[in-house]
C-alpha cells in the first residue's frame, strides 16, 4: 500500500506562470488536506477536501490559489500567475475519514512539492 | 491560531528520555490530541494520539492529564535520528492547526 504520493518534488516557474501540485492520497483514503511552509516556519493549513467537494479552504489565498479533488485522479492545488512570495514546501496529507476526534483515525503525509519561483 | 503551546526548543542526551510538554487549555471534550513530527524538512511522520487516557506504541508514550488541559509525549530512549520538530495539535473547527512546535535536539 504506497502513501501518499505527491509530484513532482521539486518544481521551478518564472514569475507569471502557472503551478500545478499533484497529490495522490493513499488507497482507500478519500479525504486530502493541503499544507504550505514557508522556509524556516510551520505548517499552514490551506484547503480541505473530499472527493468532488472542497470542505474548508479558509487558509487558501483569495486570488491565484485553487484546489480540487475530482472523482477519478489526484487532487490538484493550482498557483496562477506565480509570485516570488509562493516559493515554498507544500504538503498534502490524507485520511480514510475526517480526522481528528476519531478514535481510530489519523493522517498521513506526502513528502510534499518544492516549489520555487524565479 | 493553533489551540496548544509548546516550547520553541529543547535538548535531550542520546539514550535518555525525551519529554515533550504541551498546553491545550480550551481544549473542547470531544477533541483528541494528536502528536507529529517532522524530520529535517520531510513531510510530518504521525507519532500517537489520545483523548483522555495514556497512550504507548511502538515510538512514544502520551501522557495527557487529568483535566486534559495539558499532556506530554515521552520518547523513551532518544536517538540522534529522533532529532526533529514536533508538533502537538488539537482541532479547530473542521481542521487542525500546526503551531511552531518544539524543535528537540538528541545530542551525542
Known amino acids: 500500500n504506497a502513501g501518499v504520493m505527491q509530484n513532482p518534488r521539486h518544481l521551478v516557474r518564472r514569475r507569471g506562470q502557472e503551478a500545478r501540485l499533484r497529490c495522490s492520497p493513499m488507497?482507500?483514503?478519500?479525504?486530502v488536506y493541503w499544507y504550505r511552509q514557508l522556509p524556516e516556519e510551520g505548517l499552514k493549513f490551506m484547503v480541505y477536501?473530499?472527493?468532488?467537494?472542497?470542505?474548508?479552504e479558509s487558509g487558501m489565498p483569495k486570488e491565484r490559489f485553487s484546489a480540487e479533488f475530482p472523482k477519478e485522479g489526484p487532487s490538484i492545488l493550482r498557483i496562477q500567475q506565480v509570485v516570488r512570495g509562493d516559493s515554498a514546501a507544500y504538503f498534502c496529507?490524507?485520511?480514510?475519514?475526517?480526522?481528528?476526534?476519531?478514535?481510530?483515525?489519523?493522517?498521513?503525509f506526502g513528502q510534499g512539492t518544492r516549489l520555487t519561483v524565479v | 491560531d493553533a489551540k496548544t503551546t509548546q516550547p520553541p526548543s529543547m535538548d535531550c542526551a542520546e539514550g535518555r528520555a525525551a519529554n515533550l510538554p504541551c498546553n491545550h487549555s480550551?481544549?473542547?471534550?470531544?477533541?483528541?490530541v494528536y502528536w507529529y513530527r517532522q524530520i529535517h524538512s520531510q513531510g510530518p511522520q504521525y507519532i500517537i494520539h489520545?483523548?483522555?487516557n495514556n497512550e504507548t506504541n511502538e515510538m512514544a508514550s502520551l501522557i495527557i492529564t487529568e483535566d486534559r488541559k495539558s499532556s506530554t509525549l515521552i520518547l523513551p530512549h532518544a536517538t540522534l535520528r529522533d532529532t526533529a520538530v514536533y508538533y502537538c495539535?488539537?482541532?479547530?473547527?473542521?481542521?487542525?492547526?500546526f503551531g511552531p512546535g518544539t524543535r528537540l535536539s538528541v545530542l551525542p
Open positions: 477536501l473530499q472527493k468532488e467537494n472542497i470542505i474548508d
Open positions: 480550551t481544549i473542547s471534550g470531544n477533541e483528541y
Open positions: 489520545g483523548l483522555k
Open positions: 495539535i488539537v482541532t479547530v473547527g473542521q481542521n487542525f492547526v
Open positions: 488507497k482507500g483514503h478519500s479525504h
Open positions: 496529507a490524507s485520511s480514510p475519514a475526517w480526522i481528528w476526534d476519531r478514535e481510530n483515525t489519523e493522517a498521513f
